[in-house]
């Protein structure tokens, strides 16, 4: 059953690859995305992001569970406040237009389509339980470093602020030192 | 100064909810055109056969951070109204060190796994499941962690100030470090295929 499963999702990776487009050149897609960053600069007077909206929404599901928990932890409280849904916060309205800007352009595109992406030695459950653990991994990490690669990289970056530089620099840092014992994930 | 519009009053909380939500709408579709929806494609960064990450990223950086500056310049943009997170650079550099290592266990970073999600990839949706699930572990054990998280606290620091250079040297020197660094990744990525060519 398995094997099966595996050959569907194949076949339809080798059949979206008939039918998408290829990706946009990555000066011009970073000039749009620079573009889209200074607009956040100038018009409303702050960066893009991403994990944010996360922490809004895991402080939410916290709050609806076990509100008063949610009120006395430090971290969840500095996303909850009096009177205003947690979820009405200016990053997670962001990253829902994330979400629909990313379906647009991959519908456009002809690259929508159920898949999972991984090399060709892993199984499709090593590599799901691998995102999971990576995503953990990374929630720790955007916490300490007060944001992702969007929130401290990219908008930290262009603003030249010391404590993103020094965040980019070791993020970088850290995914080569493990990029080769990771190898059999991806190639 | 004209702007940032909204911290000068130009619109109110609410409109800045749906500003926020087209700027999202950017944001995500120039993601997914460069390619930022897959996992294998992102990763390509760390095995160094596609340098595409790297490209968009400084890219991007570059015009954001020129723009900016000649707003600045122009006297058009207040640069002192827009948010800059403070420093606190142990607890970031420990959180970078950590987001590199999920970036190649996971195959994501938060933003790309959204747009991974959005285009039908069910690793980046268990990717999404397990960063809520660390946010909330985090959650739980920030009362152990929380004198790591304020670990060398030095407030809202730029690099100008710290290197003591005026700001305009710096954004030169950070374009030509980008010029120097996309003429390196061409080259790079040309010897990976030639290796890759005669295996």
Request: proline share 3%.
């Amino acid at each position: 059953m398995a094997s099966v499963a595996h050959d569907v999702v194949h076949e339809r990776a080798a059949e979206r690859a008939r039918v998408a487009q290829p990706y946009m050149n990555p000066y011009l897609a970073g000039i749009g995305l620079g573009l889209v960053l200074l607009s956040a600069f100038v018009l409303v007077g702050r960066g893009l992001g991403a994990s944010g909206a996360f922490n809004s929404g895991v402080a939410w599901l916290v709050s609806l569970v076990a509100p008063g928990y949610a009120r006395s932890n430090e971290f969840l409280a500095g996303y909850l406040e009096d009177g205003i849904h947690p979820l009405k916060a200016w990053l997670v309205f962001e990253v829902v237009g994330a979400f629909v800007g990313a379906l647009l352009s991959g519908l456009l595109a002809g690259r929508v389509g159920m898949a999972v992406e991984k090399g060709p030695r892993v199984s499709v459950r090593a590599r799901l339980a691998l995102a999971f653990v990576g995503g953990g991994l990374m929630a720790m990490g955007a916490a300490f470093g007060r944001g992702c690669t969007s929130g401290q990289a990219l908008t930290g970056g262009a603003l030249l602020n010391l404590g993103s530089w020094a965040f980019m620099m070791c993020v970088f840092g850290g995914a080569y030192a493990v990029a080769l014992p990771f190898r059999r994930q991806w190639r | 100064m004209s702007a940032p519009f909204f911290k000068l009053g130009a619109f109110g909380d609410e409109t800045s909810l749906i500003v926020a939500f087209l700027i999202g709408i950017g944001f995500g579709f120039f993601l997914e055109r460069a390619g930022f929806g897959s996992a294998r494609k992102l990763v390509s960064q760390f095995y160094l056969d596609d340098l595409a990450v790297f490209k968009v990223m400084f890219t991007a950086i570059v015009t954001a951070m020129l723009g900016v500056t000649y707003l600045a310049w122009a006297g058009f943009l207040d640069l002192s109204l827009v948010y800059l997170v403070p420093t606190y650079w142990i607890a970031q550099v420990v959180g970078g060190l950590l987001l590199g290592v999920g970036f190649v266990v996971g195959g994501y970073c938060p933003g790309t796994s959204v747009v991974s999600t959005a285009t039908g990839k069910l690793d980046g949706l268990v990717f999404v499941l397990g960063f809520a699930a660390g946010t909330f572990g985090f959650a739980l054990a920030f009362p152990l962690v929380k004198g790591l998280y304020t670990a060398g606290d030095v407030g809202t620091r730029t690099l100008p100030q710290v290197l003591g250079v005026p700001h305009g040297i710096l954004v030169f020197g950070v374009v030509l470090m980008a010029v120097f660094g996309f003429m390196g990744a061409t080259w790079v990525e040309r010897k990976m295929a030639a290796e890759t060519a005669k295996e």
